[in-house]
């Protein structure tokens, strides 16, 4: 028997194009991409979704929240499932979405960060900081590039590169730049509009470092799999 199509409504359509901008920008990098979505209630009734997804290359998990209209636990069952990014993008209209039918997910989507305990650290640059802080590295990464003898030219010499520049930490910070890159790539480091609440911020707990940010956080491990203790969640509420 086929399960019910579950739907969702989100608080108004702005959220639901947010949601549809970073999910478009997931698939952008992998046309295959999959996300973890969870979706619950507080006791005040406001319901919330986070959607988790993993571009390739950054080596960091994506969270984009949106705010639902209302949450009730009677009628509602709490959400969590790994779906496809794509199917979720084309399900949005207006301001609701169909969940569509779970896939098999990928091994980062077992290993979320943890819901609670999370410590500001201080240190953290402001958003015209970090997004010239990405430039630079950006244009050096393209220099060394283009001074490469043609024999060395090689996707692995690329990667290497790449890899030494991207793992260079954030000023005083120890956040790795690939996370702020991946926060400006994903539509993160925009400006807050006048008026607007909330800022830029730096997060600890656990094995994991987050870069919050009023349209989604960035989240990286700061150890082995082996070293940490964090275990797969049920809810997330950024």
């Not at 900081?129 to 001074?147: K, L, S, T």
């Not at 730049?177 to 707990?205: E, I, T």
């Amino acid at each position: 028997m086929t399960a019910p199509v579950q739907t969702l409504l989100l608080a108004d359509a702005r959220e639901a194009a947010d949601l549809a901008a970073f999910l478009g920008r997931l698939l952008h990098y992998d046309r295959a991409a999959a996300v973890r979505i969870q979706a619950g209630g507080a006791r005040d009734g406001q319901g919330s979704l986070a959607v988790f997804g993993r571009p390739p290359s950054f080596e960091v998990l994506a969270i984009r929240t949106a705010r639902l209209a209302g949450w009730d636990a009677g009628t509602v069952a709490a959400l969590d499932a790994t779906v496809s990014a794509g199917e979720l993008l084309d399900s949005i209209e207006g301001a609701s979405l169909a969940v569509p039918a779970a896939v098999t997910g990928p091994p980062w989507a077992g290993l979320l960060p943890p819901r609670g305990g999370w410590q500001e650290l201080p240190g953290l640059p402001g958003v015209p900081e970090m997004r010239g802080a990405v430039a630079v590295a950006v244009a050096e990464f393209r220099a060394r590039d283009e001074a490469l003898p043609q024999e060395s030219r090689t996707r692995a010499e690329r990667d290497r590169i790449g890899r030494e520049i991207w793992s260079r930490t954030l000023g005083g910070t120890a956040l790795p730049l690939r996370a702020v890159h991946a926060a400006q790539s994903l539509g993160f480091l925009r400006p807050v509009p006048q008026g607007a609440h909330g800022g830029a911020a730096l997060l600890a707990a656990g094995g994991w470092l987050r870069l919050r940010t009023p349209y989604g956080s960035i989240a990286v491990r700061t150890g082995g799999i082996g070293g940490l203790t964090v275990t797969p969640t049920t809810r997330h509420h950024a």
